[in-house]
């Protein structure tokens, strides 16, 4: 007990004359960085920074400690699910902004994880995927994308949406388009049916003389063989059918099938 008061005093005494903090197990002693206000050195490649150990009971809760403290990490190890789940807290690092308990979480990408940005340039090991050449990126990425699958070049996403890719695409692989036109295929299956007033009608001619061609129908004409004015028609055997046409009006413009979108820069994770 003695010497931990006598450790405690000494720290004490270090602080108050010069404002800066040396805890070390070294064997010789130097000078403190002079950025630092508490300075951790060892020997030991074995050793490290041990936080205390606490049980959170919620993010909105301040237990063990009397109040929100800004600024204060501590190690909970402890599990509580709320029934708020916004509040449950997990064993792991968490600091205190003043208000709540936040838990602390670096999220490392992984080689090949794919993100959008709304900065152009590479940056911390993400690479713009323009469809450069493979071989223009650093040696260390240059492998990364050869054993993620891609082989000359990175994929071009300019105008493209990400798509979960099928059995029979290659990753990377640039498809689909931004209209589409339709066929007859695509086209309901329907019949239009349409009728004369009757199955078999009359036409009415005048007879103008022999020798003279007339028109009867439309593309066929007859020799009159008397010169009786008079008007005739022909018989019910004369019994047939009209076709017809109907023009669409349409010009084959294809439908647009983008939907509204907002624009973005999209990088895979090659490291640097």
Known sequence: MKTIITIILFISALTTVYSQLLISDESTSRAVDSN??????????????????VNLASVTNATPLPSHITGMIV??????????VNTSV???LYHNDGTAWQKLEVET??????????????????????????NTLST???QKATALGFTSNLPNANDHFLKY????????????????????????????NGTTNSSTHSHVYN??????????????TRNLIDDNNQIRTTGAAGGHTHTY?????????????????????IFIYLGN
């Open 36 to 53: 630092a206000i508490l300075e951790l050195s060892t020997n030991s490649a074995s050793k490290g920074l041990l936080l205390p150990y």
């Open 75 to 84: 190690y909970n190890i402890n599990t509580s699910i709320n029934d708020d």
């Open 90 to 92: 997990f064993p792991g």
């Open 207 to 220: 007879e103008r003389g022999t020798g003279v061609l007339v028109s009867i129908e439309v593309g066929s």
């Open 109 to 134: 990408p992984a080689f090949g994880d794919i993100k959008y940005s709304a900065t152009s340039n590479d940056h911390d090991g993400w690479y713009l995927l323009n469809g450069r050449l493979i």
């Open 140 to 142: 260390n990425a240059s």
């Open 165 to 192: 890719k099928s059995t029979t695409e290659n990753l990377g692989q640039v498809v689909g388009a931004n209209t589409v036109q339709l066929t007859q295929s695509n086209l309901p299956n329907i019949t239009l």
């Open 245 to 265: 046409t109907v023009n669409s009006g349409g010009s084959n413009t294809p439908i647009a099938i983008q939907p509204k979108y907002l624009g973005a820069y």
